[in-house]
């Protein structure tokens, strides 16, 4: 179980890097594309491929987020109730697999969404908008991993917990 996550996190940390990689890549066309359109022949595919990138650095960022627990979060338990932390983390649970399970609905309707647009094409780069879309069904389902990780860890740590708590009562 423990090698299972320690994948998963790999992957999700590749996942990371590459979307350091692809924003530094949009730094560098918008760049060229600013100093081409000063010397009066700027990147007429620069823009339609900056769009691409960041939809793709956006996806790819969102992996990590999920893995990393650094998505946004709203913990009414904590604002409502204080003092009473196994509520907290009961409805912490609760919301974790409340994103898994929408996590898991939305792998279908993105793969779908993805193959609609086998045949429609990009207007600057003619590229198939389906390897636009392909990203999304591709992060739904490596966020839903990463979803799953985090509830087994939250659970491994509940089961040590409560084993270290027998083990001090003697």
Known sequence: MKAMC???????KFFYWLSGLILF?????????????????????ANELLRFLMF???F????????????????LAAIFFP????????????GDFILLAVL??????????????TQGTSSAMQWP?????????????????AQLKNIIMK???WVEEAEFEEVEQP
């Open 60 to 75: 790819t960022a969102c992996i990590y987020l999920v893995s990393a627990k650094r998505n946004l979060e709203v913990d």
């Open 25 to 45: 890549l949009m730094v560098v066309l918008c760049a060229s594309d600013v100093v081409g359109r000063l010397i009066g022949s700027p990147l007429g595919w």
């Open 56 to 58: 793709y650095m956006s």
């Open 129 to 145: 908008m389906s390897y636009v879309y392909g990203i999304m069904p591709i992060s739904f389902f490596v966020c839903a991993l």
């Open 83 to 94: 003092k009473k932390k196994k509520l907290q983390g009961k409805t912490h649970v609760v």
């Open 6 to 12: 320690n994948a998963i996190s790999r992957i999700c």
């Open 104 to 117: 898991i609905y939305l792998i279908v309707p993105t793969w779908g969404l993805t193959m609609q647009n």
């Open 155 to 157: 659970f491994h740590s």
